[in-house]
């Protein structure tokens, strides 16, 4: 089992930026791969980026974010970080992070299905 929890949502303006955290706890940190996903209103949860377990060598991101978003975890204090930089209205959603227990090391996964575990999210409004 792993219990995820999401923070460090809130209010920012266009153009700012936000760290969004991800507290883990139950099974080794670094024995699984994870990653952020977003649900906006009356859109469909779409992934966002994703890290590879153990060092983290292996990052992937969604294109409507790669440049502007970084992705990177802490094993030693079991977090997970989404460090989201140029903000966008666009980028207003509900964020989730997820863990994926059984996919190999070198992967960074980046398909709802493949994740085992979900937080329970931290919303984001960016303001025009």
């Known amino acids: 089992q792993v219990q995820l929890v999401e923070s460090g949502g809130g209010l920012v303006q266009a153009g700012g930026s936000l760290r969004l955290s991800c507290g883990a706890s139950g099974r080794t940190f670094s024995s699984y791969a994870m990653a952020w996903f977003r649900q906006a209103p009356g859109h469909e949860r779409e992934f966002v980026a994703s890290?590879?377990?153990?060092?983290?060598?292996?990052?992937y991101y969604a294109g409507s974010v790669n440049g502007r978003f970084t992705i990177s975890r802490d094993n030693l204090k079991n977090t997970l970080y989404l460090q989201m930089n140029s903000l966008k209205p666009e980028d207003t959603a509900v964020y989730y992070c997820?863990?994926?227990?059984?996919?190999?090391?070198?992967?960074?996964?980046?398909?709802?299905?493949?994740?085992?575990?979900w937080g329970k999210g931290t919303l984001v409004t960016v303001s025009s």
């Open positions: 890290i590879s377990w153990r060092s983290g060598s292996t990052t």
């Open positions: 997820a863990a994926d227990i059984g996919t190999p090391e070198t992967i960074a996964p980046r398909s709802l299905r493949l994740m085992d575990y």
